[in-house]
């Protein structure tokens, strides 16, 4: 089918049937999962799927529908509703869609080959990853390993002459084992996702990674409430990041609903901590060449050697506010809004060896797993479960869990003292290991 | 398309990362040629709509599905369609639509299961994914499949005001009537966030038992935040209230009351202090502080990790694993509740579950190929996001079961620790048994009595412990509206009476005087 004539004529349509500007967000791909358990496949899944999502504005009022049956008859339905819906929203001279055709110059996102990797080949990778996790003797369960993949298209047209698509795969295999020893418990898993299928890590380095994950666990100790320091290991940068991601949503800002809305200019964190947004990183995993409604993505960065810089908006949220688009609109699919999220989102890369960051550590808390919601992006408080090593005289000494951390934004971010040099850019939401001196840690 | 990795409420962590698909999503098409939808609203019956295939197909299909060898096929279809109004700065800002439909063709052959899906609802179609979930089955033994029959099950869902019927008029009144409530409670109210979001799903399942089943079920699902801005201080409240009915929802527990509700929480918290850390008691107020038991115990008790025996309370059916005063249950027969579709979806009876009674473990919650494993009754919670998914193991209702202390005298039994009056949410590692939950809105409990109201803090143990450790369970059984996430969705209602817990991990920002 050809997609590109299909989202024009949509558009089409949505005019004739009294839109003023329409816009038509079309899918198709396919995908593949495979779960083995105990060197037997457990589970195979494969499915192709599609679905097209229709904004429309009519007379400053915004609604929309979205549709996974393309028949001609459920199309009409769909945008009529879509029209339809529109009475229920309140008239907004914001509501306007983008009019740039320009595309951002992304590589790297489709492996052409990934279609041609043999089945048992896939289904091997997944077999080998947990047969290598099981090796250690301390090692005694598989919870399972798998091997998945997709490749969509996304095409994209609107009432402003847009048409614009692209194509993307994605790979990626894990696998969680649990570790045993008398009454204890503890697991670990691994994963590795890819754009290129021959890009992926080897079995052997994330079986270690899950494996290790599981037995360091074994023999945790309790520590008292006390404030020390605290090691952010890149497997926990979310619960840092993830905060700051939602108080730079321009929307937010605008509502007075996040803890960064008057701080533009200003210094938020010190001044190791610079954070950047990139759109355009040849084979990135959230890279792509234009966002959730068009717009061509962008490198910005965000808070610069502590100070924020940037906030993040889409069409309609830039009018609101006075600004461009930042190209940052952004869609849980075809049959989401166009909100406001980040692409690759990460903590520029350090000086410090993380060893180095170990060894200067009198006393600590080395993480390695947190829960919880991560700093709260309305007022800035953060809390959450804490588990990982704790750290004596600069050496790892035991493994400690069921501890919790808590603090303020504000006061973490300043007191991040160092950072390391162990960025790694195939995550797209990741950060390298860094400290924050003296946090509250709850304990016994 | 991405690698799922979404943040999720729950941290199971194989099915978290090894997931990956188009966005999962419930948006649903009505076909007019494939699918009759019959409308009956009368009271005291439950809405009954199917989805009309001739038969024929489904047996068709499963024979395939089953053509290389296997012992069970199942077919799912659904159809969604849904409504979500999104009310912001008094404004209306957006509304959604969602027309979604296909269908799922499942093979199981010993622990091995095959999948395919479709969006596009054909005899060919159907065909087509039954070959492709055949494969997973080849040169297994063969079950014979009996051919499908329409059956019934037992509902307890009734609808008075069909939402079919309701003009959108009636939704967007009900939605300005929260949003005004809450900026008439107090000026430090600044802004009101409301969701409306309700649909209605049809779903039909046929299986190689010779079962069919039909149904249509209307969800509503209404949330109200509040934001209250006080002197360098933000507090986000939030407020839901949700249930498989029609309109009449609003008739039980107004807009007004949720508003109010929220903002309510949003006032308070804005004079909150840094909450201490470090072990305390805690008492946990009767409502959606249910989340605990569905974290801490509730996950644990699900049927696939038990299979695997990875599950913490592998091994431990018939012992004692809590105290004398708890009793959990898992009920997917409370009427019109969240949690509640009357069968599963796969289209097993949902019942009342005593998961454990009087601190000792009786049951596990399963599905088809769980309770197969463990050679173990069906217990109806096999269920899935949508025909996209795989059906596992999920809750339905759960809650801690009503005990005999009076919740004031629990309070003033308590020297002190941490009150707590609302969670947000919480996740588990059922392997290892360590689980955790924040805080909403928090007090310090100090010789009996709640006082000075304390910022959101993590409560974390490991779920044998604090099971043994509940030693006060209040008469006052009240639940509260949730969304489990266990790589996929799944709408749940978590319950408890008020109940006290000795020696909780509390994550404070300051240490304890």
Known sequence: MDYIALTKKLVKGCLDKGADQAEAYLENGRNLQIEVRNGEIETVQEAASHGVGFRVFVRGRMAFASCNDFSEGALKNAMNKAIGFAANTTVDENNVLPDDKGLADVSGLYDPQIAQVSMDQKIELAKQVEKLAMKDSRITKSAGSGYNEGEAEVYLANSNGLSKSYRETVCSFGVYVVAEKGDQKSSGGENCSRRYFQELKTPQEVAEKAARDAYEMLDTRMVKTQKADVIFNPDVARSVLGGILAGVNGERVLQGASFLADMMDQKIASDLVTIIDDGTRSKGLASKPFDGEGLPTQKRTIIDKGVLKGFMYNTIVAKRAGVQSTGNASRGGFRSLPGIGAHNFFMEVGPVDPEDIIKATKKGLYLRGVTGYGIIPVNGNFSGGASGFWIENGKIAFPVKGLTIAGSAFEMLNAIDMVGNDLDLNRSFTAPTFRIKSMQIGGE | ?513
């Open chain 2, 1 to 513: 398309m991405k690698t799922n990795k979404k943040f999720f409420a729950d941290d199971i962590p194989r099915r978290k990362f090894l997931q990956m698909s188009l966005k999962g999503g419930i948006a649903m098409a009505a076909t007019p040629a494939l699918l009759t939808q019959l409308l009956s609203c009368k009271k005291a019956t439950s809405v009954g709509a199917k989805l009309e295939l001739d038969p024929q197909i489904y047996n068709r299909t499963i024979q395939k599905a089953l053509e290389k060898g296997g012992e069970f096929a199942d077919v799912y279809v659904e159809n969604r369609i849904s409504r979500n109004i999104i009310m912001e700065e008094s404004k209306f800002k957006s509304a959604v639509f969602g027309i979604n439909q296909g269908a799922g063709v499942r093979v199981i052959s010993g622990d091995k299961t095959g999948f395919a899906y479709t969006d596009d609802i054909t005899e060919e179609t159907l065909i087509n994914a039954a070959e492709v979930a055949s494969y997973v089955a080849r040169g297994t033994d063969k079950v014979p499949p009996v051919d499908v029959k329409e059956q019934n099950r037992e509902s307890y869902i009734t609808v008075n005001l069909p939402l079919e019927e309701i003009a959108d008029e009636k939704r967007l009144e009900v939605m300005q009537r929260a949003n005004q409530a809450a900026l008439d409670y107090d000026p430090k109210i600044k802004m009101a966030f409301i969701s409306y979001y309700d649909e209605v799903r049809g779903r039909t399942i046929a299986n190689s038992e010779g079962l069919q089943l039909s149904d249509e079920l209307p969800l509503m699902f209404f949330i109200v935040q509040t934001l209250g801005v006080g002197n360098n201080t933000r507090h986000m409240g939030r407020e839901r209230l949700s249930k498989h009915s029609g309109f009449e929802m609003f008739d039980v527990v107004t807009p007004e009351e949720v508003a109010r509700t929220c903002a309510r929480e949003s006032i308070v918290m804005l004079e909150a202090t840094d909450c201490p850390a470090g072990k305390m008691d805690v008492v946990i107020q009767n409502g959606w502080g249910g989340v605990l038991v569905h974290e801490a115990v509730g996950h644990p008790l699900e049927g696939d990790s038990i299979a695997k025996k990875i599950g913490v309370f592998t091994g431990k059916l018939g012992q004692k694993v809590a105290s004398d005063v708890f009793t959990m249950v898992d009920d997917g027969s409370l009427p019109n509740f969240r949690g509640t579709t009357n069968f599963d979806d796969e289209g097993t009876q949902m019942k009342k579950n005593v998961l454990i009674n009087k601190g000792v473990l009786e049951k596990y919650m399963t599905d088809i190929l769980s309770a197969k494993q463990l050679n173990m009754e069906r217990t109806g919670n096999g269920r899935r996001e949508s025909f996209r998914h795989l059906p596992i193991p999920r809750m339905t209702n759960t809650y801690i079961d009503k005990g005999t202390d009076k919740p004031e005298d629990i309070l003033a039994s308590s020297k002190s620790g941490i009150y707590v009056q609302s969670l947000s949410g919480g996740s588990v590692n059922s392997t290892t048994g360590m689980f955790n939950f924040t805080c909403r809105e928090a007090y310090l409990i100090e010789n009996g009595k709640k006082t000075t109201p304390v910022k959101g803090a993590t409560l974390i143990g490991n779920c044998l412990d604090i099971i043994s450790n509940i030693d006060a369970v209040g008469e006052d059984l009240a639940f509260g509206p949730g969304i489990c996430g266990k790589g996929q969705m799944a709408e749940v209602s978590a319950g408890q009476p008020t109940v006290r817990i000795r020696g909780i991990n509390v994550g404070g920002s300051r240490a304890r005087g």
